[in-house]
């Protein structure tokens, strides 16, 4: 009897560790980013209103992305969903550029166990395959909860530092900052859509996590709460879960990409700032409007 009881347990143990194993999960989250309003910018005299109310659509459309995570328990695959283009719509080097530097673009592959991630990033028309350690946020857990999609939430805030090549990081400057910089630079009429901008040093991050799906797993580069991230929100950008699908029928690949010239997070940042650098100068008094978005 002893006998047959330690076997059932074996089975029974085994079981639940080829199921854990074995266990995989799908989110879908909606992104959104509130698209910098171009009123009042420096630069922008020959610009109509209606000129301008057009750009903002344009780059509110662009700043609002749908994109798929798939997890198991110890990794996931965070990408882009893919979109049929309007014919002629965001051509060129900029939609490259401006995708890679709003989040989309590449598989964010996070190894939560190993504490690393991978991802593959194509810009200004060159393939990099950035491999660095994840950020460790110190999170705070807050007692508000709430319910997303069926699932109970908790929340939790945590202050990062805000990433330079990262244009959803970028806030309009405020007309003190505004005055201050048209003294130094008076005489030159040259301006760009950029010196209308800042960087703030640190953002701070809202998530809501549901304990009901135990995987240390998120959007973007975000883990290291206990349950899944079903939403966070920087101030300007919001991501929200709108579907989990556990144990789906067809079941995702999730294995890091191997595609790019292997760099750190902080050499592919310092390759982009130089080059935007470089593009900002380029087009430095060119009607100081943004780029173009298409037609």
Same mark, same amino acid.
């Given at each position: 009897m002893r006998k047959i009881l330690f076997y059932m347990t074996?089975?029974?143990?085994?079981?639940?560790?080829?199921?854990?194993?074995?266990?995989?999960?799908?989110a879908v989250y909606e992104s959104k980013t509130q698209a910098p309003k171009?009123?009042?910018?420096?630069?922008?005299?020959d610009i109509t209103p209606e000129m301008q109310k057009s750009m903002e659509e344009r780059m509110k459309k662009m700043l609002e992305k749908t994109f798929i995570l798939n997890f198991d328990k110890s990794?996931?695959?965070?990408?882009?969903?893919?979109?049929?283009?309007?014919?002629?719509?965001?051509?060129g080097g900029f939609r490259v550029m401006f995708g890679s530097l709003t989040g989309g673009g590449?598989?964010?592959?996070?190894?939560?166990?190993a504490k690393s991630y991978t991802v593959d990033k194509e810009f200004m028309g060159k393939e990099f395959l950035v491999v660095d350690s994840l950020p460790k946020l110190n999170w705070k857990m807050e007692q508000e909860t709430k319910q997303i999609g069926g699932y109970n939430c908790y929340k939790a805030t945590a202050v990062k530092q805000a990433s330079k090549t990262d244009f959803r990081?970028?806030?309009?400057?405020?007309n003190d900052d505004k005055k201050d910089e048209a003294k130094k630079t008076?005489?030159?009429?040259?301006? &760009?859509?950029? *010196?209308?901008? @800042? $960087?703030?040093?640190?953002?701070?991050?809202?998530?809501?996590?549901?304990? !009901?799906?135990?995987?240390n797993q998120g959007p973007e580069n975000y883990w290291g709460l206990p349950g899944?991230?079903?939403?966070?929100?920087?101030?300007?950008?919001?991501?929200?879960?709108?579907?989990?699908?556990? &144990?789906?029928? *067809?079941?995702? @690949? $999730?294995?890091?990409?191997?595609?790019?010239?292997?760099?750190?997070?902080? !050499?592919?940042?310092?390759?982009v700032i130089k080059k935007m650098e470089e593009f900002r100068e380029m087009n430095r008094g060119r009607a100081g409007g943004p780029p173009p978005m298409g037609r």
């Open positions: 074996l089975m029974l143990v085994g079981t639940q560790i080829q199921a854990q194993k074995d266990f995989q999960g799908m171009f009123e009042g910018m420096r630069g922008n005299r990794a996931s695959i965070y990408k882009e969903e893919e979109k049929l283009e309007t014919p002629g719509q965001q051509q590449g598989t964010f592959y996070k190894d939560v166990k990081n970028f806030r309009p400057k405020n008076s005489g030159d009429t040259k301006t &760009n859509f950029t *010196d209308n901008f @800042e $960087i703030p040093k640190e953002i701070v991050v809202t998530a809501w996590y549901t304990p !009901e799906i135990p995987v899944l991230i079903l939403e966070i929100n920087d101030g300007t950008t919001t991501i929200l879960c709108s579907k989990v699908v556990l &144990n789906p029928k *067809d079941r995702a @690949e $999730i294995k890091p990409s191997k595609k790019g010239k292997v760099i750190s997070q902080k !050499e592919y940042d310092e390759t």
